[in-house]
């Protein structure tokens, strides 16, 4: 796991990760429950083998079945000898929902898990996934700003937004990245005040950095996506 999980997570919510790791076994993929302190919504932590578009199909699985993304941390795990993995950690809400009505259920993370593995083992029903996903999202409101920052390296391939929340915006921008080519090495969603902030660590699909050239055109993308009607 990279560095940054280290210092995200204390030993014992590592241990339900790993945990969930075994328990995945060889299914395609896995989605269990994990105990944490943060506030908003219940823990999800969905792992399955990395590939592009990954994180735009969970994302639209949560749209269709009414679970809204409060906030997540997605990671790259690669074992040796092993295809990489994706551990991406959800807290999720029913959407639309207050109090314990918005809690989700053991029947949430059954259809989920089954939606999930559908869509993974079966690629032409991922069409009908994101054209359930594309009717149940809702525009967004409000001011929207995207930028690129410098990350530790020195390069300018981490993506900074901030706009108003809506129900299905981890969609629009997975999506946005998914068909601008850029791969998702992690990336860290928060919500506060109806308000988001989402950072994401990109690459190009080869792994080399976004080029300057580039860097415009992701930006104009992910606007497009976030304003779409």
Request: charged residues 30%; proline residues 3%; aromatic residues 6%.
């Amino acid at each position: 796991m990279p560095e940054r999980y280290a210092r995200d997570f204390d030993h014992a919510v590592v241990a339900q990760h790993a945990a969930a790791w075994v328990a995945r076994g060889d299914r395609v993929a896995s989605v269990t429950r994990f105990s944490s302190r943060e506030p908003g919504g219940d823990a999800l932590c969905l792992i399955a083998e990395d590939r592009p578009g990954l994180l735009a199909m969970f994302a639209a699985a949560f749209v269709c079945l009414g679970l809204d993304v409060v906030a997540a941390k997605v990671y790259t795990r690669r074992p040796r000898g092993r295809p990489a993995e994706a551990v991406d950690l959800f807290w999720v809400q029913r959407a639309g929902r207050d109090g314990d009505a918005a809690r989700i259920g053991a029947d949430d993370i059954a259809r989920l898990q089954s939606r999930l593995t559908e869509n993974l083992q079966n690629p032409t029903s991922v069409v009908e996934l994101f054209r359930c996903s594309e009717q149940r999202a809702r525009p967004s409101a409000g001011s929207t700003v995207v930028r690129f920052v410098e990350g530790r390296s020195g390069t300018l391939s981490t993506l900074e937004l901030e706009t108003e929340d809506r129900f299905g915006l981890l969609l629009a921008l997975a999506r946005a990245l998914y068909d601008q080519r850029a791969t998702i090495e992690s990336s860290e969603i928060r919500t506060k005040h109806q308000r988001v902030l989402d950072v994401f660590s990109i690459a190009e699909l080869d792994g080399s950095p976004i080029s300057a050239e580039r860097r415009l055109e992701i930006q104009v993308a992910v606007l497009a996506a976030i304003d779409a009607k």
